[in-house]
């Protein structure tokens, strides 16, 4: 049960943005809401909800984050986000990968189905057909982390590890591309290569 607990600590974190959790909490029966702790998680399994026609039960979690300044914790998301586009964008041509990363985020969207993500829609789309350039990129990620702290617990939870998922496909499908038009260009050489960890 402490391990349980660890990892859901833990990915409350990282859908938080990497701010520091205070603790989680559950709903129970009267409507009050209960801080989670190893001691309370056979507890807090008796107030899980029924998936409609998928037999899987949900419990909904309340996470609660240390005293961070608002502005601090914003900040300190948004450099993550810009660092791992950094580095799932290193030696692409932004104006190639912005598109489809935007395309990923629609797709996202569409899977996912929750309101507080359709704001992002005419965002992403402007990106995907080149209405804003790449180089707005960057001003957009605060209206993305806000769309994405607006969702339940239950949908944050592995949210960012599909994200970057969908992010890393997107990449890799601008590096092929690359290595297509150099090699019908009859210049292997000059062709994105593989990056080590994706072989």
């Given at each position: 049960?402490?391990?349980?607990?660890?990892?859901?600590?833990?990915?409350?974190?990282?859908?938080?943005?990497?701010?520091?959790v205070?603790?989680?909490?559950?709903?129970?029966?009267?409507?009050?809401?209960c801080?989670?702790?190893?001691?309370?998680?056979?507890?807090?399994?008796?107030?899980?909800?029924?998936?409609?026609?998928?037999?899987?039960?949900?419990?909904r979690?309340?996470?609660?984050?240390?005293d961070v300044?608002?502005?601090?914790?914003e900040?300190?998301?948004?450099?993550?986000?810009?660092?791992?586009?950094e580095?799932?964008g290193?030696?692409?041509?932004?104006?190639?990968?912005?598109?489809?990363?935007?395309?990923?985020?629609?797709?996202?969207?569409?899977?996912l189905q929750h309101p507080?993500?359709?704001?992002?829609?005419d965002?992403?789309?402007?990106?995907?057909?080149g209405?804003?350039?790449?180089?707005?990129a960057?001003?957009?990620?605060?209206?993305v982390?806000?769309?994405?702290r607006?969702?339940?617990?239950?949908?944050l939870?592995?949210?960012?590890?599909?994200?970057?998922?969908?992010?890393?496909a997107?990449?890799e499908e601008?590096?092929?591309?690359?290595?297509d038009?150099?090699?019908?260009?009859?210049?292997?050489?000059?062709a994105a290569?593989p990056?080590?960890?994706?072989?």
């Amino acid at each position: 049960q402490g391990e349980a607990l660890e990892r859901l600590m833990a990915r409350a974190a990282s859908a938080s943005g990497g701010a520091a959790v205070r603790h989680l909490a559950y709903r129970d029966d009267e409507g009050d809401w209960c801080t989670l702790t190893t001691e309370s998680i056979l507890d807090a399994l008796e107030f899980t909800e029924a998936a409609e026609g998928s037999g899987i039960k949900i419990l909904r979690l309340r996470v609660v984050l240390a005293d961070v300044p608002e502005a601090d914790a914003e900040g300190d998301a948004q450099r993550r986000v810009e660092r791992e586009l950094e580095r799932i964008g290193d030696g692409l041509d932004p104006v190639r990968l912005i598109p489809k990363l935007a395309s990923a985020g629609l797709r996202l969207v569409e899977d996912l189905q929750h309101p507080a993500l359709f704001p992002l829609i005419d965002v992403l789309s402007d990106f995907r057909d080149g209405r804003r350039p790449a180089s707005a990129a960057p001003g957009a990620v605060p209206g993305v982390l806000a769309a994405a702290r607006a969702l339940p617990c239950e949908q944050l939870v592995g949210l960012e590890d599909l994200v970057r998922y969908a992010a890393e496909a997107a990449a890799e499908e601008l590096r092929r591309e690359m290595v297509d038009e150099a090699l019908a260009a009859g210049s292997p050489t000059e062709a994105a290569a593989p990056r080590a960890d994706d072989a």
